[in-house]
Antibody
Framework: EAQLVESGGGLVQPGGSLRLSCAAS????????MNWVRQAPGKGLEWVSY????????YYADSVKGRFTISRDNAKNSLFLQMNSLRVEDTALYYC???????????WGQGTMVTVSS | DVVMTQSPLSLPVTLGQPASISCRSS???????????LNWFQQRPGQSPRRLIY???NRDSGVPDRFSGSGSGTDFTLKISRVEAEDVGVYYC??????????FGQGTKLEIK
């Protein structure tokens, strides 16, 4: 069964850093583009970042550009999000997800909560 | 950025009755390859989102056939032919034709009357 499991969330002070991880299993991770999507408490979904299947192409939402870095290790079936200079408004549940609307396969993890507060 | 606008934002429905959610984009979602990358997601309470429909009208594996998607250009609709209790949750449309960024609608909360 295909599965994504996120980890690394927690409570951090404004200006701090966190590194999120997403472990994939049950599918050929290296073949899929991957994304991070977040959901602030009680709010809707917001796309955060994209990685091509090889990791050579990345994109970011304007709200996180210059502060967040997406990366992946296909040998370890893992996706990462390095988050620096965190702000209160970055508080959210962070999901890794495939999001490729052109293929009959879509997968989301259960999310990892990031709380930025003093 | 493409703005996705859903309506209604709240949708009370009687069990067994149909339901319809509209999603409009601020520009045509026809991509240069001729496809239209409009997806629908369902998020049940306390759960992660799950994709129901991709490329306007294609149901994902395991999605009941009471869910259907239609539309073209800038106007799209998700229909549930007969609402069941398990359909309670929030529904989002998302465009993947003009990205980055991928953009979602605000979400439509479906509840049982």
């Amino acid at each position: 069964e295909a599965q994504l499991v996120e980890s690394g969330g927690g409570l951090v002070q404004p200006g701090g850093s966190l590194r999120l991880s997403c472990a994939a299993s049950g599918f050929t991770f290296r073949s899929y583009e991957m994304n991070w999507v977040r959901q602030a408490p009680g709010k809707g979904l917001e796309w955060v970042s994209y990685s091509s299947s090889s990791g050579t192409t990345t994109y970011y939402a304007d709200s996180v550009k210059g502060r967040f870095t997406i990366s992946r290790d296909n040998a370890k079936n893992s996706l990462f999000l390095q988050m620096n200079s965190l702000r209160v408004e970055d508080t959210a549940l962070y999901y890794c997800a495939s999001l490729d609307g052109g293929v009959p396969f879509d997968i989301w993890g259960q999310g990892t909560m990031v709380t930025v507060s003093s | 950025d493409v703005v996705m606008t859903q309506s209604p934002l709240s949708l009370p429905v009687t069990l067994g009755q149909p339901a319809s959610i509209s999603c409009r984009s601020s520009q045509s979602l026809v991509y240069r390859d001729g496809s239209t990358y409009l997806n629908w997601f369902q998020q049940r309470p306390g759960q992660s989102p799950r994709r129901l429909i991709y490329k306007v009208s294609n149901r994902d594996s395991g999605v009941p056939d009471r869910f259907s998607g239609s539309g073209s250009g800038t106007d799209f609709t998700l229909k549930i032919s007969r609402v069941e209790a398990e359909d309670v949750g929030v529904y989002y449309c998302m465009q993947g034709s003009h990205w980055p960024p991928y953009t979602f609608g605000q979400g439509t909360k479906l509840e049982i009357k």
